[in-house]
């Protein structure tokens, strides 16, 4: 199914950005990239908050950020109502954020997950989605 994906890194993140943007791409998604656009040196705030507010706002489905640790951008996006950003490892962590989380936004680590597997848990993060039930309770009593 295609989806519309907001995407950001910082400089540590953005070779790995690259690459999944052109896998997304030829998987059919439609991507916007709110940067950075090159591996010199950045604040991964300046680009974590965009993707979080374009998702927030819904002009996105989703978003994806990276940075070296994912702790970073992570940390930023969560400060936006409605964001429920996961920091995600592997594919069974990344189906879990959506079906128990309902986690809109995915964020990797660029400096601990090899490509392969960083293509892997973004595919199950868009192939999986919210199971609601028993689930959806929890989720609404995340924002205060």
């Given at each position: ?22 896998w997304l791409e030829s ?8 940067g950075t656009y090159s ?61 128990h989380n309902d986690a ?41």
């Amino acid at each position: 199914m295609m989806q519309t994906i907001a995407i950001g890194a910082d400089h540590a993140g953005f070779s790995l950005k690259e690459k999944l943007k052109k896998w997304l791409e030829s998987s059919g998604h439609r991507v916007h990239d709110y940067g950075t656009y090159s591996e010199e040196s950045v604040d991964y705030p300046d680009f974590a908050h965009p993707v979080a507010a374009a998702v927030e706002r819904k002009e996105f489905d989703l978003g994806l950020l990276v940075c070296g640790s994912g702790n970073g951008v992570a940390m930023a996006a969560n400060k936006h109502a409605g964001i429920r950003a996961a920091i995600c490892w592997n594919e069974d962590l990344a189906a879990l954020a959506r079906e128990h989380n309902d986690a809109n936004i995915l964020c990797l680590s660029a400096r601990f997950i090899p490509y392969e597997e960083a293509e892997r848990i973004l595919d199950r993060f868009l192939s999986s989605s919210f199971e609601g039930g028993r689930h959806a309770r929890r989720v609404d009593k995340i924002g205060c």
